[in-house]
């Protein structure tokens, strides 16, 4: 495989569209002055408002995701554009755009598309090094059969070099043949910028909610937030939480999805009076909002069963909030992140009654103001290592393995 044959210095990054967790990224890595990049970007997604079906609503994010890098929108020709399906990003002027602009290295997000598989040939043939960056695990799943597996290493051989983001992730490369000597970690993080839990505005916000929801300074917050699919396991939550008999604890849903209105209705029966829990029921929140919400919870509940919980990033976002986490097993970031009694709770996703035990648990917990501080403590400690420092210092290890 073709090496750079001196220091990268023009990186063009290819990603389906901006998102909330790596365009500050982006920003931090022009402000480091480490190297000059350019995003290139095959969809408009989330800076033009569009229904989003897991949501049901329209999602157009409300927090500045193009500024302080530089970047350029590739026109994308697929009837129906998307990162669902092979032809949703369809962009035939992407490989002419980029050999205009000259890449030292290219790094590349994905490459289950038309346009991904494309630029990977026209980069092999250029000699152009290749990066890549994914989060994928086996994680609650089988592995691939014979033909996908060899397909899948055929795929990650045409990269010189490749980010992992946490342990699955990298158990994942290295099943399919990644040597140890192109992976570099690079973890995933979120703008912690943002989610800074002495931010006064976010306390401000955080006050006005609680009295909006009803809820008592002292009352104990599990939170939810996020698609209220069943696959993220909010019914079995709801049981869970309801099981504790605990008047002095409430759960709040942020998030919209198809299980919204039976949660609702399962609620709707619960007494209103003193001796019930209590559980509330936020709308989506846009990504300028969830530190405030944030704020409520004593707790921050990631249930998942479904195989796609790559990662979690709600669970960086909770802890730099200064909030343990309780997880289930398929939860990708859960062997990084969340430490059982020392920065949150894992449970198996498949017993019915772990989840309820570990939110006693939790309680448990939290209501010994020494075990709190600890936990609080381990929380800071950890999470201070997943920002996007220690995410640039990992891609700029990679770019430099790329020398010849």
């Known amino acids: 495989m073709k090496q750079a044959t001196g220091p990268i210095r023009r990186l063009a990054v290819v990603l389906s569209h901006p998102t909330q967790y790596y365009s500050p990224w982006f920003r931090h890595l022009v402000a480091s002055g480490k190297l000059g990049l350019k995003v290139f970007y095959l ?35 697929a009837k129906l554009p998307g990162t669902d399906r092979f032809l949703g990003l369809r962009n035939p002027a992407l490989t002419a755009v980029l050999e205009d602009w000259s890449p030292d290295a290219i790094l590349l997000f994905g490459y289950k598309s038309y346009s991904h598989l494309k630029l990977i040939l026209w980069a092999r043939i250029r000699g152009i090094p290749l990066v890549f960056r994914g ?113 002095d604890t409430a759960l709040v849903f942020v998030g919209e999805g198809p299980e919204k209105a039976s949660l609702q209705a399962t609620a709707a029966r619960i007494s209103e009076s003193p001796n019930e829990p209590k559980v509330r029921f936020l709308p989506f929140a846009n990504q300028s909002e969830m530190p405030s919400r944030y704020l409520l919870a004593s707790v921050f509940v990631l249930p998942s069963k479904g195989i796609y919980e790559t990662w979690g990033l709600a669970v960086n976002e909770a802890m730099h909030m200064g909030i343990p986490c309780v997880v289930s097993d398929r939860v ?73």
């Open 332 to 404: 990708g970031c859960q062997r990084d992140l969340v430490r059982n009694g020392k920065t949150g709770w894992v449970f198996e996703s498949t017993d019915v009654d772990a989840l309820g035990k570990v939110l006693k648990e939790a309680l448990a917990a939290l209501e010994s103001t020494e075990r709190h501080a600890e936990i609080l403590a381990n929380i800071r400690s950890l999470i201070s290592a997943y920002t996007y420092v220690q995410a640039t210092d990992g891609l700029i290890a990679a770019l430099a393995s790329l020398r010849g």
């Open 43 to 77: 969809w408009d997604f989330g800076v033009r408002a569009q229904f989003d079906p897991g949501f049901r609503t329209t999602v157009k994010w409300d927090v500045d995701l193009l500024s302080g890098y530089s970047h350029a929108f590739v026109p994308n020709t």
């Open 135 to 247: 989060d994928s695990h086996f994680i609650g799943r089988a592995r691939p059969g014979f033909v996908r597996t060899l397909l899948l290493r055929l795929i990650y051989r045409q990269f010189s070099a490749i980010t992992y983001v946490g342990s699955a992730n990298r158990d994942y490369f290295k099943a399919l043949g990644v040597p140890d000597n192109h992976l570099f970690f690079a973890p995933h993080s979120v703008d912690d910028s943002l989610f800074d839990a002495t931010d006064p505005r976010h306390l401000a916000a955080a006050a006005i909610l609680r009295k909006e929801l009803g809820l008592n300074p002292s009352t104990r917050v599990f939170l939810f937030a996020g698609r209220l699919v069943p696959e993220k396991q909010p019914r079995e939550l709801l049981e869970a939480f309801l099981s504790l008999g605990r008047d």
